[in-house]
């Protein structure tokens, strides 16, 4: 196996700072893990959108208004191009929040990461800052 590549970082206090930067199976089974965890989490937000909008009769005229954006999918009735819209937002946003919240709130550890022992940081080996993780966010 290949061994991980030491980086050493000389911090202004003078303290040398060594950190391993993780190899690409370690970095596939945690990014595999929060795969899931996402998508998980956005079927279960759909589904309970489904079963909600299945017993509410007032958003069909939310559903009617809305369903002109998505004339282009032929075959959708008003409810059914309201549910696909809601879907892409709700996906749209778990997906873009998950790494943010992760980022920011648990020090650069997503559950993924925390089963396999790594941390995002950045290249100074502090914590990531709300616009390095933004920028982390979107490139990736």
């Known amino acids: 196996p290949r061994e991980p590549s030491v980086t050493r970082v000389l911090l202004p206090e003078q303290i040398e700072l060594h ?65 696909v819209a809601t879907v892409f937002v709700i996906a749209f946003a778990i997906q873009w929040s998950y790494a943010l919240y992760f980022d920011l709130r648990h020090g650069g550890v997503s559950p993924g990461k925390k089963l396999v022992g790594l941390r995002v940081i950045d290249e100074s080996g502090s914590l990531l800052t709300w616009r390095a993780s933004l920028l982390r966010t979107i490139f990736l």
């Open 19 to 83: 950190y391993h930067t993780a190899g690409y199976g370690s970095r596939g089974l945690a990014y595999s893990v929060d795969f899931v965890i996402r998508w998980t989490a956005t079927l279960l937000v759909s589904l309970l959108l489904f079963l909600a909008v299945s017993q509410l009769d007032t958003v069909l005229l939310w559903a009617a208004e809305l369903s002109e954006y998505f004339r282009f999918i032929d075959g959708l009735d008003e409810i059914t191009a309201f549910l």
